[in-house]
Nanobody, 120 residues
């Protein structure tokens, strides 16, 4: 079993910054892609940013130039630096990781989310 725990969300004024963290723990042999998704009230969950095990990154157009995803493989941790925040960035931010366990079975896992609220 694998657990993902996010932290770093909160209330921030427009133009501000936050750093989100997500730590994976449990039966982990390796972690492939890690990602941050977000879901605003009344909207579908959407991909914000993804990073491969080798460090390649991709971003949603809406966050390019403002968000930066990174990871520390030794700590099984993924980060999301969010800058120049806008009220429309308000959402619950979820961590996702594709984990290979000790039996070499692969599966995607989700965290429970951390709320980011941006005031205007």
């Amino acid at each position: 079993q694998v657990q993902l725990v996010e932290s770093g969300g909160g209330l921030v004024q427009a133009g501000g910054s936050l750093r989100l963290s997500c730590v994976a723990s449990g039966n982990i042999f390796s972690i492939n892609n890690m990602a941050w998704y977000r879901q605003a009230i009344g909207k579908q969950r959407e991909l914000a940013a993804v990073i491969s095990s080798g460090g390649s990154t991709n971003y949603a157009d809406s966050v390019k130039g403002r968000f930066t995803i990174s990871r520390d493989n030794a700590k099984n941790t993924v980060y999301l630096q969010v800058n120049s925040l806008k009220p429309e960035d308000t959402a619950v931010y979820y961590c996702y990781a594709y984990v290979v366990d000790s039996r070499h079975h692969g599966m995607g896992y989700w965290g429970k989310g951390t709320l980011v609220t941006v005031s205007s």
